[in-house]
C-alpha cells in the first residue's frame, strides 16, 4: 500500500507526477482541484458557492475542501494506495488529515517562484477531455488542438496573472509551513521540480525506494 500527499506551488508538476506515480503502481490519484472544476462544469450546487473564490486563486473553504476528501477516501476504491494532491493547503486541514488518516510520505516538489509563473503563463488544458499541455515542454502537434480528442485548449480562467500571484502568496503562507508538521513526523522528501518530468519521478522512486514495475513482477 502506497499513500502519498503531494505539494508544492502552482505549476511545480504536482498533477504530472501523482499521473506518473498512479500508472507506475495502481495507485488512486486524488486531485481536490479537479474535483472542483468538474462541478464548476456541471453546474452542481457547490459551483455556485465556489466560483467566484476559484476563479480569484482563492481557497475555497475548509468544510468544503475536507468533505470532498473524506468522501473520495471513504470510496475505498484504492487498493494499491492514493496520492492526494493539492491537499491539505494549509493547517487545519492537514490536522484533520492527520486525524483520520495515516500516509506513508508527502512529496514536495521544490521550484523557484519565477519558474512557476513562466510555467503558468505557458499552461494550457483541453476544453474537452482535460488533458494538460504546457507550450514550454508538452507542445501539441496542432496549435490550439488537443493531440488525444481534437478539442480546444484554453487557460484555465484562475491562470490569470492576478489570481497566480495570489495563489502563490497563499502557498508561501499557508501551504509552506504545514510541511514542517509532516517533518517532524519524517514523513517528507523533497525533490527538484525544475528538471524532466521522468527525471522527477525517478528521483521521487529513489527517495522513497519504491521499486520499478519490471522489478515487481520479478521479485
Ligand atoms: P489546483 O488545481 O490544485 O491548482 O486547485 C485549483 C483551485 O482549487 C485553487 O486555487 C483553490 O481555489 C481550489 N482548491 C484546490 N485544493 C484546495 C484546498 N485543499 N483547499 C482550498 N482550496 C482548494
Excluded at 493539492?86 to 495515516?102: H, I, K, T, V, W
Excluded at 521550484?111 to 508538452?138: K, S, T, W
Excluded at 499557508?174 to 517532524?184: A, E, G, M, N, Y
Amino acid at each position: 500500500m502506497h499513500k502519498y500527499i503531494i505539494m508544492g506551488a502552482q505549476g511545480c508538476g504536482k498533477g504530472t507526477q501523482a499521473s506518473m506515480l498512479k500508472r507506475a503502481y495502481d495507485l488512486i490519484h486524488i486531485s481536490v482541484g479537479d474535483i472542483l472544476r468538474w462541478n464548476l462544469q456541471a453546474h452542481t450546487k457547490l459551483a455556485a458557492r465556489i466560483t467566484r473564490i476559484m476563479a480569484g486563486g482563492q481557497l475555497v473553504p475548509d468544510e468544503i475542501v475536507e468533505e470532498i476528501v473524506r468522501r473520495r477516501l471513504d470510496e475505498h476504491d484504492w487498493n494499491y494506495g492514493f496520492v492526494l494532491d493539492g491537499f491539505p493547503r494549509n493547517r487545519r486541514q492537514a490536522e484533520f488529515f492527520l486525524e483520520s488518516y495515516d500516509i506513508d510520505a508527502v512529496i514536495l516538489i521544490d521550484v523557484p517562484d519565477e519558474v512557476v509563473l513562466q510555467r503558468i503563463q505557458a499552461r494550457r488544458l483541453c476544453a474537452a477531455c482535460g488533458l494538460d499541455y504546457n507550450l514550454m515542454f508538452h507542445r501539441p502537434a496542432q496549435e490550439g488542438v488537443c493531440d488525444m480528442c481534437g478539442g480546444g485548449l484554453i487557460q484555465r480562467s484562475d491562470d490569470n496573472d492576478q489570481a497566480v500571484r495570489g495563489r502563490l502568496q497563499d502557498y508561501h503562507e499557508k501551504t509552506h509551513p504545514i510541511v514542517d508538521l509532516f517533518r517532524r513526523k519524517e514523513l517528507v522528501v523533497v525533490v527538484d521540480g525544475t528538471r524532466a518530468p521522468r527525471e522527477i519521478h525517478d528521483e521521487i522512486r529513489q527517495q522513497l525506494k519504491l521499486k520499478i514495475a519490471s522489478e515487481m513482477q520479478t521479485t
